[in-house]
């Protein structure tokens, strides 16, 4: 049995697109498949991980370059997938017609506005998805995206903050992308004042190299804090150790070998 390798890393411009699977073309209607959903049947597995692993290197392009959350999903491709679940082929298209659907809206760029139109017009209005765990809240803005009533259920405060930030506050403002430029540059100018005076005196021409957290204790001779762990490992090739030191005494780090 023969296996395709699926691709891992973005498509670069000199990498030959691969044809078109044969799958996705033009077949006569199967009458076993009717009444069956096209995620039992098949699914355009390669169009949703090579687009899938583009977004996820897509950095300023999705709503997730504004907050990170653990194992996020592509929208793309469960955009694709939600798709595959709830299209049946008995709405009225073949096996090959729905695939070509769901290889159209698992595009990451550009947009398949197009194609997820045509999509939502294909389930229809009474189709409903429960992700009972929310997450980052892709699912369910994938969802309703497609015409259908997203629900999403999640218990950590964080992860309900970004859902609603993402799925609900979105929908209420207009100049949503001005808002977050703004609040942006705010935060940043804070950011810099907090932290400003951490960067005076340091090495390299009065700027550290870098700072490390640790834990310490506070020496009741002389007053200092001193590091519990004096050695951060930098590098850990064989014969090329490199470790960072603190110089309690200037607060700088050291670089040694």
Request: hydrophobic letters at 35%.
């Amino acid at each position: 049995m023969e296996y395709e390798q699926l691709t891992l890393f973005p498509i670069g411009d000199n990498i030959e697109e691969p044809a078109k699977p044969e799958y996705l073309e033009s077949a006569a209607p199967n009458k076993s498949d009717n009444g069956k959903n096209l995620i039992t049947l098949a699914l355009p597995s390669r169009t949703i991980s090579i687009e899938g692993t583009a977004e996820r290197y897509g950095h300023g392009q999705t709503p997730h370059s504004m907050h990170v959350w653990w194992g996020r999903r592509p929208l793309s491709a469960m955009r694709a997938i939600i798709l595959a679940t709830l299209a049946k082929v008995e709405s009225g298209k073949t096996r090959a017609e729905l695939l070509n659907l769901c290889d159209a809206v698992a595009k990451f760029q550009p947009y398949p506005k197009t194609a997820i139109d045509k999509a939502s017009s294909v389930l229809g209005k009474d189709k409903s998805v429960v992700d009972l765990f929310g997450g980052g809240g892709t699912i369910s803005l994938e969802a309703a995206k497609l015409g259908c009533q997203a629900i999403s259920v999640e218990l950590n405060p964080l992860a309900t903050f970004v859902e609603k930030t993402l799925l609900v506050y979105s929908q209420k403002v207009t100049n949503l992308s001005q808002l977050v430029e703004d609040w942006g540059k705010i935060l940043l100018n804070q950011l810099k004042a907090d932290t400003e005076e951490l960067w005076n005196g340091g090495v390299n021409g009065g700027q550290p190299a870098s700072y490390f957290w640790a834990r310490g204790i506070s020496c009741p001779n002389c007053g200092l804090n001193i590091p519990v762990k004096p050695l951060f490992l930098l590098k850990s090739r064989p014969q090329e150790k490199v470790y960072a030191s603190s110089d309690t005494s200037s607060r700088n780090q050291v670089i040694y070998n």
